[in-house]
């Protein structure tokens, strides 16, 4: 038994910092995006994504922490923070939709049943769990968390290889709505760009993007449910 451990221990060494490890599981979780929301020959991505990507920073990188999933030193600079990443991506994001995409492209089609929550507490309240849940966990989790710590690896984590791999990233965020059509891609491709950019600059915590995309979703739910949105 003593005789195997060495090279159990190199093994498990090489997987933990191996680039190649990291482009594999890259370009396997874009497989994963596209297969399902392009070609639709997978289940939803966000679940896979999220068993694999708490696996893989788990054993690969000794805990969550590795992707931002600790308790920050300040939750008030966190939720600050995460406001402000809310209120950016809403208003420029309206501005991205006014000046370009309206221009192009039809409008972005909205995802199946969010015309029902005009006015239905009952829906709207549905919508929010889902929204905090799959959107804000799951989604983070698989983008910023997971996909994003496998794109910085292949730099070996320098500041350049975090932004070039938020950027990725977040074409691929893109596209992990391409049921939105054209305008919808672009819309959330951008605001990838805001909680990546959000989860850098807070020291790459987690918790930024989580509660800014939830803070995101529920006012979107929120004006759904007032009939102040189409």
Do not use: Q
């Amino acid at each position: 038994m003593t005789d195997n451990k060495p090279g159990s221990n190199s093994l498990k060494a090489y997987i933990s910092e191996s680039r190649l490890v990291s482009a594999f599981e890259l370009a396997l979780g874009a497989a994963i995006v596209i297969g399902y929301n392009v070609f639709k020959v997978i289940p939803n991505e966000v679940p896979i994504l999220f068993v694999l990507g708490l696996l893989s920073v788990r054993l690969r990188n000794g805990g969550w922490a590795a992707m931002g999933l600790s308790r920050p030193k300040s939750w008030t600079r966190v939720v600050l923070i995460a406001l402000a990443a809310a209120v950016l991506r809403i208003v420029l994001g309206e501005v991205l939709d006014n000046l370009i995409t309206a221009r192009i492209w039809p409008p972005a089609i909205a995802p199946e049943g969010a015309n029902e929550i005009t006015g239905n507490l009952m829906v709207a309240l549905k919508w929010l769990l889902v929204v905090w849940t799959f959107a804000a966990f799951g989604e983070e989790i698989a983008y910023r968390g997971y996909l994003l710590t496998r794109a910085a690896d292949l730099g070996n984590r320098s500041r350049a290889a975090w932004w070039v791999g938020m950027i990725f990233v977040s074409i691929l965020f893109g596209i992990g709505h391409y049921y939105k059509g054209p305008a919808g891609m672009i819309d959330s491709g951008f605001a990838g760009l805001v909680l990546g950019t959000a989860y850098l600059i807070s020291g790459r915590n987690l918790w930024v993007c989580i509660l800014a995309h939830g803070f995101i979703d529920t006012i979107g739910v929120a004006a759904l449910y007032f009939g102040l949105a189409s």
